[in-house]
């Protein structure tokens, strides 16, 4: 069974980074997307940035474009994100997720219904 573990969350004042990371297991990432999810309080789940395995297309949130930066390692199956100038409204619960291997390249891979493996998430905090 797929497992995805996410790490690096904390607490950080505005204008700080963080770095968040994703290790998979018993997961092919072989042309799929893997992709980083929030929920803020009271809000719904939005997709944050996602990464194809193939050629490193990426996809941003509007919100968070100019500000994080998503990565991977297919050799280690790891997602990284990197968080810079975070604002409070960045304060959610961040989510891995990953799409079925071979499932291929997708216009818009933000959405959450796409993904069928979830990690149970990790904490971020940005408040002076």
């Known amino acids: 069974q797929v497992q995805l573990v996410e790490s690096g969350g904390g607490s950080v004042q505005p204008g700080g980074s963080l770095r968040l990371s994703c290790s998979a297991s018993r997961y092919d990432p072989t042309s799929a997307y893997m992709a980083w999810f929030r929920q803020s309080p009271g809000k719904q789940r939005e997709g944050v940035a996602a990464m194809y395995s193939v050629h490193g297309y990426t996809a941003y949130a509007d919100s968070v474009k100019g500000r994080f930066t998503v990565s991977r390692d297919n050799a280690k199956n790891e997602l990284y994100l990197q968080m810079d100038s975070l604002k409070p409204e960045d304060t959610g619960m961040y989510f891995c997720?990953?799409?079925?291997?071979?499932?291929?390249?997708?216009?818009?891979?933000?959405?959450?219904?796409?993904?069928?493996?979830w990690g149970h998430g990790t904490q971020v905090i940005v408040s002076s």
């Open positions: 997720a990953a799409r079925a291997s071979g499932t291929g390249w997708l216009a818009n891979p933000l959405v959450e219904s796409l993904y069928i493996f």
